[in-house]
C-alpha cells in the first residue's frame, strides 16, 4: 500500500499568512495526487488535482506542486474561511489512500 | 446541479448488516466510476471502494479491511449506488461518502462530488 505522510499534522496561523502543507508518497506515484479541505460536519472538498490543477470555482490563492513522492498545497494568503482540515489522497494504485490530514487553526 | 444524497444509516449491533444508498441526480450516472469513503469519529478519510462504469462492467475494487464483508453495487436505470455492509464490527463505526470520481480513458483524476454523508454506529 501506499503511504501518505502529511506535515505538520496541525498548523496555527493568522489571516493573510502564507501557509505551505506537504505530502510525502512512500513509493512514487507521478502526479496522481489530490487535496481536499473539509470543515467541522461538513464532506470534504476537492480544491487540488493531477498534483496542480485547481478544481473549478477553488479561489486561485491556492495551489499545488510536485510529482513523484514529494508534494504540496500552498495558500498564498489565508482567509477566515480557508481555516479547516486539509487531506492529500493518492489515486495512482489501490488500495486508494489518504494522508492523515493537517489542521489548520487561528493563531 | 450534481447532488449525492445517502441514506440508510443507523445503530446496528455487531455483526449485524445495514445496507447504504446514495441517489444521485444532476449527471449521467451511468458514466461515472463512483466511490464510497468513510470517516470514524474524530478521524481522517478511509476508502472504502470503487464501481466501475458501464464500460467497465461495473466491476469492483475493495479495501482490504472491508473486502469479504462488504458490496457495492449500483441501478443505472435508478441512478443509485449501494453499499450492503454485512459483519459489521465496531470499527466500522463512521460516517459513510458517497463520491463521483472522474476518470477519463482509464485513468481517474479527482473525486469532484461528494455526498453528506450517513452516520454507521455498530454498537451493542
Known amino acids: 500500500d501506499i503511504q501518505l505522510t502529511q506535515s505538520p499534522s496541525f498548523l496555527s496561523a493568522s489571516v493573510g499568512d502564507r501557509v505551505t502543507i506537504t505530502c510525502r508518497a512512500s513509493?512514487?506515484?507521478?502526479?496522481?495526487l489530490s487535496w481536499y479541505q473539509q470543515k467541522p460536519g461538513k464532506a470534504p472538498k476537492l480544491l487540488i488535482y493531477?498534483?496542480?490543477t485547481l478544481q473549478g470555482g477553488v479561489p486561485s490563492r491556492f495551489s499545488g506542486s510536485g510529482s513523484g513522492t514529494e508534494f504540496t498545497l500552498t495558500i498564498s494568503s489565508l482567509q477566515p474561511e480557508d481555516f479547516a482540515t486539509y487531506y492529500c489522497?493518492?489515486?495512482?494504485?489501490?488500495?486508494?489512500?489518504f494522508g492523515g490530514g493537517t489542521k489548520v487553526e487561528i493563531k | 446541479e450534481v447532488q449525492l444524497v445517502e441514506s440508510g444509516g443507523g445503530l446496528v449491533q455487531p455483526g449485524g448488516s445495514l445496507r447504504l444508498s446514495c441517489a444521485a441526480s444532476?449527471?449521467?450516472?451511468?458514466?461515472?466510476?463512483m466511490e464510497w469513503v468513510r470517516q470514524a469519529p474524530g478521524k481522517g478519510l478511509e476508502w472504502v471502494g470503487r464501481?466501475?462504469?458501464?464500460?467497465?462492467?461495473?466491476?469492483?475494487e475493495y479495501a482490504a479491511s472491508v473486502k469479504g464483508r462488504f458490496t457495492i453495487s449500483r441501478d443505472d436505470a435508478q441512478k443509485s449506488l449501494y453499499l450492503q455492509m454485512d459483519n459489521l464490527r465496531t470499527e466500522d463505526t463512521a460516517i459513510y461518502y458517497c463520491?463521483?470520481?472522474?476518470?477519463?480513458?482509464?485513468?481517474?483524476?479527482?473525486?469532484?462530488?461528494w455526498g453528506q454523508g450517513a452516520l454507521v454506529t455498530v454498537d451493542s
Open positions: 464501481s466501475r462504469n458501464k464500460a467497465l462492467s461495473y466491476t469492483t
Open positions: 493531477a498534483a496542480s
Open positions: 489522497q493518492q489515486l495512482n494504485s489501490y488500495p486508494l489512500t
Open positions: 444532476g449527471f449521467t450516472f451511468s458514466d461515472h466510476y
Open positions: 513509493q512514487g506515484i507521478s502526479r496522481s
Open positions: 463520491v463521483r470520481t472522474y476518470c477519463n480513458g482509464g485513468n481517474c483524476y479527482r473525486f469532484d462530488y
